[in-house]
């Protein structure tokens, strides 16, 4: 039964046929599994003949959980704060569950939501560009429902380009969102930032999902990083144990040990003010090898500072 509806959750028409091979159920299994989720008090419509399936419709009231327009409400607007970064950790979780509160909910409550979400400024943690929970929203409903997306996307340099493809994953990784996806256009896989994704929609047409290269999406993506070019190639001296520049710096930079109490640390950064707030927070001495505009960049910012603190 919860085989069932999480396929049905999806929202795409299922073939009868298809839906009892997937559960590995006969399809008079499959009927007495439809009618008992009917009586639970979800609407699925059922087609009848050669083609025949079904597909679960958004209710006039929300299914159990038996939930109330508020609770349903605030749950909804939770989630989109935790998928905006206010809960680290659960960003991922929080909106692969949107996607399946949003489908569920009738068109009054979705308007609710939508109200709520334009007149609220949101806090984004981490320094991260801020993101449109529903555009965060209609990718997964996209991946989750195995149908092809199509969407606006401005490269780091280039011009704003429709693009079609086949979402696979959402990875937050670090302060960012990317989706990874098979791009229709040019036969193979591409990584997007979602922060420069625009006016995602579902295609209506579904797809069967390929396997990602090595099978895992986050190491995929992270090699994907590696491999960009990036503006600004940094390296610092910091009179410090390597281990607890580790700790502030994780995966988005090495670290070479130099002589005791002394290491390099290096990064290829788009932006400066990365760099800049790892050496703020590591609070050490350090020196600046390169590049030199990160030495103005911190000049600056120490500037700043010391003005914010003058009497």
Known sequence: MLRLLSLLQTHRYWP????????????????????????????VDASRGVAGGYQLQAGAAV???LLDDEEAVA?????????AGAVAGFEETSVRALAKVIQLLPPR???????????????????GPTLDAGVLTTIAMATR????????????????????????????????????????????????R?????????????????????????????????????????????ETDPERV??????????????????????NVDDLGWPTMVLGVLGVPFTVESPAELRENVQAVGRNLLRGTTL
């Open 16 to 43: 009868g046929a298809e839906l009892a091979d997937r559960l590995e159920v006969s399809p008079r299994t499959l009927r007495r599994d439809v009618d008992r989720l009917r009586e639970l008090g979800y609407p």
């Open 63 to 65: 299914p159990p959980l």
């Open 75 to 83: 749950i909804a607007v939770g989630l989109r704060s935790a998928a």
């Open 109 to 127: 409550l979705r308007r609710r939501i939508d109200a709520l979400q334009a007149v609220t400024s949101p806090g984004v943690l981490g320094g």
């Open 145 to 192: 429902g195995e149908e092809r997306l199509r969407f606006d996307y401005t490269p780091r340099d280039g011009e704003t380009a429709r693009r079609f493809a086949e979402p696979h994953r959402l990875v937050p990784l670090g302060r960012r969102w990317y989706l990874l996806a098979w791009d229709l256009d040019r036969g193979d896989w591409r990584s997007f």
């Open 194 to 238: 979602v922060d420069r994704i625009a006016g995602p929609a579902l295609t209506g047409a579904r797809f069967r999902p390929r396997e990602i290269p090595g099978g895992d999406p986050v190491v995929w993506l992270r090699s994907r990083i590696r491999a960009i070019p990036t503006r600004h190639d940094v390296s610092v001296l910091l």
């Open 246 to 267: 580790t700790a502030v710096v994780g995966h988005w930079g090495t670290i070479e040990p130099v002589r005791d109490g002394v290491c390099r640390l290096r990064m």
